[in-house]
């Protein structure tokens, strides 16, 4: 199994550029000077991580407001991205990294537990960078479920 590396509010978030359901790269030293909640999830199109999407996308105006952009990262290829953004009409990027090299490097791919056996995974997690490219909160384990309104409550979003 492996061990993953876990951040924290202080660091400074790792820099990546990765391509949308568009082919688009999106680096995150562009958005330098905006806030960024940057969310791992485990697979388009699934029942969880479709809620978890939903919930970002109906909150997308007052994260706005609040100075938030929201980026989804999952290791799906470009085309089920797309299908995935078509589908639910997701209006954030949604980010490939098939190679997996951004989740080891935010820590967000490890061991898991399915039914008591383990295996390794997306980790679902979640990471708010200031505009300086800093963590302030580096959050693992996420329950899909009720987690952008957990997030909004504790960022001071009503």
């Known amino acids: 199994m492996t061990d993953a590396v876990k951040l924290n509010p202080g660091d400074t978030a790792p820099d990546f550029t990765l391509t949308d359901s568009f082919g688009t790269a999106h680096a995150l030293r562009e958005y330098r000077g905006r806030r960024v909640i940057l969310y791992f999830y485990p697979a388009a199109s699934t029942p969880a991580c479709t809620d978890q999407a939903c919930d970002f996308r109906d909150s997308l105006g007052s994260l706005a407001a609040a100075g938030y952009t929201v980026l989804g990262v999952s290791k799906d290829e470009q085309d089920a991205l797309e299908r995935f953004r078509e589908e639910e009409h997701l209006s954030f990027p949604l980010l490939s990294d098939a190679s997996l090299a951004v989740h080891k490097r935010y820590g967000a791919w490890g061991e ?47």
């Open 112 to 158: 898991k537990s399915l039914y008591g056996k383990p295996y390794v995974g997306t980790l679902r997690s979640t990471f708010v960078i200031d505009e300086k490219g800093t963590i302030e909160r580096a959050l693992y384990n996420v329950k899909a479920k009720g987690h952008v309104a957990m997030m909004r409550k504790r960022l001071g979003i009503l």
